[in-house]
């Protein structure tokens, strides 16, 4: 796994990266399954920290849990590896609820591959892209995206990708607020868990 921080802290793996989109789900009198969607989704995640300096640790875990932050967003390792575009990616307009969006190639090269995590400059929401994008030649793109855009796009935003993909984040309120220590040396604030502030 690339590495990652939060709050400074060094990232450890396991990292686990879940949607949360609650879906009605419900059997007919025949049996058949029946599911929609609420339209709402937001993403969370949960690892541990190694940290060099218990004073932070024991700082950052008692306040900020009614406050946002921002970190970089952990992308896979495989993924990660298999980014090249450079850029600037300009995109046309959308309207929320849509789930693709055109980007220009002018000026554009490289690929962002599946999987990938994007955001959009006019919002703080987290996509994931569904399909490779190669900006080999010219033209147009059609990429699409997890879950459906929540915001408008006008056609003067454009893609982030790299470190400018930040995921704002709040605390879960079920972390441990303070710290253990373990033979009076190593510490530790047990698995932090985030999800994203919408």
Aim: net charge negative.
């Amino acid at each position: 796994m690339a590495t990652y921080y939060f709050e400074g802290e060094k990232i450890l793996a396991p990292l686990t990266i879940s949607s949360n989109e609650p879906m009605y789900d419900v059997d007919t009198i025949s049996l058949k399954k029946q599911r929609a969607s609420q339209g709402a989704q937001r993403w969370e995640l949960s690892f541990n920290i190694v940290s060099e300096d218990p004073t932070n640790l024991l700082v950052n875990t008692i306040s900020g849990f009614d406050s946002t932050n921002t970190m970089i967003m952990p992308q896979l390792n495989k993924i990660e590896n298999n980014l090249t575009v450079s850029g600037t990616l300009s995109v046309s307009s959308a309207t929320a609820g849509t789930n693709s969006v055109v980007i220009s190639k002018v000026g554009v090269s490289g690929i962002i591959p599946k999987g990938y995590f994007i955001k959009f400059s006019n919002h703080n929401k987290i996509y994931m892209v569904l399909n490779e994008l190669d900006f080999e030649g010219t033209g147009t793109l059609t990429c699409n995206f997890y879950p459906s855009l929540t915001e408008d796009l006008t056609g003067s935003e454009t893609v982030a990708t790299g470190d400018d993909v930040t995921i704002t984040y709040y605390r879960d309120i079920s972390d441990l607020k303070g710290i253990t220590y373990t033979d009076g040396v190593l510490s530790d604030i047990g698995t932090i868990n985030i999800i994203e502030a919408l």
